[in-house]
Structure formats: structure tokens, C-alpha cells
């Protein structure tokens, strides 16, 4: 059964680069596309992007596009996070997941969550 | 950027049917597949419904998704105290080119 684990700091410091990873065990990247997610505190769900297994394939949300990269590593089963110049604003448990076609539609794998807070 | 907009609360009682309703425009619903997800608070999205009315295995029948127009449901028949948690719905929206989240609908379970 595939499994996702995202990891990473629980604390970033404002101005700062967010950096973490999701490791998939129980199966491989082949074939899916995988997303991140964030959802601050109490507050509704937000698509940071996807990227293909590959490698070949990425898309950003448009509001996140200048600051984020989504990366895979398939020799090592890794799908990276990188989100620079962080504020308060991008305090949020985030969250990986898989989608066998991305339509935006039917993720149905998805990581418990890392909780990243952006503070001095 | 707007969501799809959901109710933030509805309530039923054990046994009954409800329906938990999420409302967006012709660029997202209107086009789109539809997902619906149940989230317990601090934790991970659970796939409940996806491209609009299927279920992933191991998803009860009690579950089931439609849509019209610009507006999708998720019904919920036999209600179990269980079901107590928060619903979100979810679909692509060809304008802002992003995935949009409802914000969410916390069933009660009286």
C-alpha cells in the first residue's frame, strides 16, 4: 500500500527558503502526478502545483509561480518543495498527493501533513 | 483568489440523508470533474468522490456525488455519528488555472 510522508523544518524564518520533502514508500513516482498542498490553521485547502514523475511536466498556481519548485527524485522514490522568500502568510501544514491524471480532479493518496510555521 | 463556495455547517441525525451542496461558476464546476474529500481537523483530505459521482474503493455506497450547472452535491444517506467531520469539494477552474477548494461544510451529527 503506497504511503506519503512529507518532512522537513517546522520552522522557517521570514525572507527565508521553505524547503521539504515527501517520501513515497509501498510503490514508485512512475506513472502519477504528483501535488503539493498547503492549508494554514483553520483556513481552506490551497494547490501549490504538480509535477509528472518524469520530471517532464510541472504547473505552478499562479499565485505561488515566482516563489516555488516542485521537483522529483524517482532513484530515491522523492518529491521536493522548495517555496523561497517566505512570510507569515505561508504558515500552513503542507501536504503531498498523488493523482493518476491530472484533471485537478480525484487525489487519492495524500501525506499526513508537515506543519511549517514562518516566524523569527 | 474566490473558491468554490460551500455552506460552513449543516447538521442531520443518524439514519437520515443529507446533502452538503458546493456552488462555483462556469469556469470550474460548469467543466469540470468535481472531487469531494472528508477531513478530520489536523489531518490529511480522504478522497470521498471523485470525477464528480465515482468512489474510490473502499468508499461506502452511503456516499455518492452529482452535479448541475455550476453546482455540485455530495449526499450522505444512513448518517452515522461517524460522518461527524468536515466535507470539502474540489474541481480545476480553466480561468485562474489552479485546483479551487470549497471551504469546507463541518456536518453535525445530532
Known amino acids: 500500500q503506497v504511503q506519503l510522508q512529507e518532512s522537513g523544518p517546522g520552522l522557517v524564518k521570514p525572507s527565508e527558503t521553505l524547503s521539504l520533502t515527501c517520501t513515497v514508500s509501498g510503490g514508485s513516482l512512475d506513472k502519477y502526478y504528483w501535488s503539493w498542498f498547503r492549508q494554514p490553521p483553520r483556513k481552506g485547502l490551497e494547490w501549490i502545483g504538480y509535477?509528472?514523475?518524469?520530471?517532464?511536466?510541472?504547473k505552478y498556481s499562479p499565485s505561488l509561480n515566482s516563489r516555488v519548485t516542485i521537483s522529483v527524485d524517482s532513484s530515491r522514490n522523492l518529491l521536493s518543495l522548495r517555496l523561497t522568500s517566505v512570510t507569515a502568510a505561508d504558515t500552513a501544514f503542507y501536504f503531498c498527493?498523488?493523482?493518476?491524471?491530472?484533471?485537478?480532479?480525484?487525489?487519492?493518496?495524500w501525506g499526513q501533513g508537515t506543519l511549517v510555521s514562518v516566524s523569527s | 483568489q474566490s473558491g468554490l463556495t460551500q455552506a460552513p455547517s449543516t447538521s442531520g441525525t443518524p439514519g437520515q440523508r443529507i446533502t452538503i451542496s458546493c456552488s462555483g461558476s462556469t469556469s470550474n464546476i460548469g467543466s469540470n470533474a468535481v472531487s469531494w474529500y472528508q477531513q478530520v481537523p489536523g489531518t490529511a483530505p480522504r478522497l470521498l468522490i471523485y470525477?464528480?459521482?465515482l468512489r474510490p474503493s473502499g468508499v461506502p455506497d452511503r456516499f455518492s456525488g452529482s452535479k448541475s450547472g455550476t453546482s455540485a452535491s455530495l449526499a450522505i444517506s444512513g448518517l452515522q455519528s461517524e460522518d461527524e467531520t468536515d466535507y470539502i469539494c474540489a474541481a480545476w477552474d480553466d480561468s485562474l488555472n489552479v485546483v479551487l477548494f470549497g471551504g469546507g461544510t463541518k456536518l453535525a451529527v445530532l
Open positions: 509535477i509528472y514523475y518524469s520530471g517532464t511536466t510541472k
Open positions: 470525477s464528480t459521482n
Open positions: 498527493a498523488r493523482v493518476e491524471y491530472f484533471t485537478g480532479d480525484g487525489f487519492d493518496i
